[in-house]
Nanobody, 123 residues
Framework: QVQLVESGGGLVQAGESLRLSCVAS????????MGWYRQAPGNQRDLVAT???????NYADSVKGRFTISRDRAKNTVYLQMSNLKPEDTAAYYC?????????????????WGQGTLVTVSS
């Protein structure tokens, strides 16, 4: 099938930067929108940023001006550049993608999720 694998999380101090990466692999035919979501302990999973196949981006108000989402279509990869990190950005970050993939009988569409990568920002 398909798989999303995130990387790049870690422990940083407030004001520092991190870049997350997410690679999609498998029998991929096409990828539509890709995005990042985050979930802090005890909270629901919230949208951070999305990017369409055409490059249109959308951000949560809390990260506008600090985070930048981008994608490399040739590598089936989406990135999240996070700058000026704050303690409230601490969460597990999840990659999401709308993927059309090949099967033995044709194609299927999957709303795929990665396993998450932890970002911790200390004050």
């Amino acid at each position: 099938q398909v798989q999303l694998v995130e990387s790049g999380g870690g422990l940083v101090q407030a004001g520092e930067s991190l870049r997350l990466s997410c690679v999609a692999s498998g029998s991929i035919f096409s990828i539509n929108a890709m995005g990042w979501y985050r979930q802090a302990p005890g909270n629901q999973r919230d949208l951070v940023a999305t990017i369409t196949n055409g490059g249109t981006t959308n951000y949560a108000d809390s990260v506008k001006g600090r985070f930048t989402i981008s994608r490399d279509r040739a590598k089936n990869t989406v990135y999240l550049q996070m700058s000026n990190l704050k303690p409230e950005d601490t969460a597990a970050y999840y990659c999401n993608a709308d993927i059309q993939y090949r099967t033995g009988y044709g194609y299927k569409v999957l709303d795929a999720w990665g396993q998450g990568t932890l970002v911790t920002v200390s004050s």
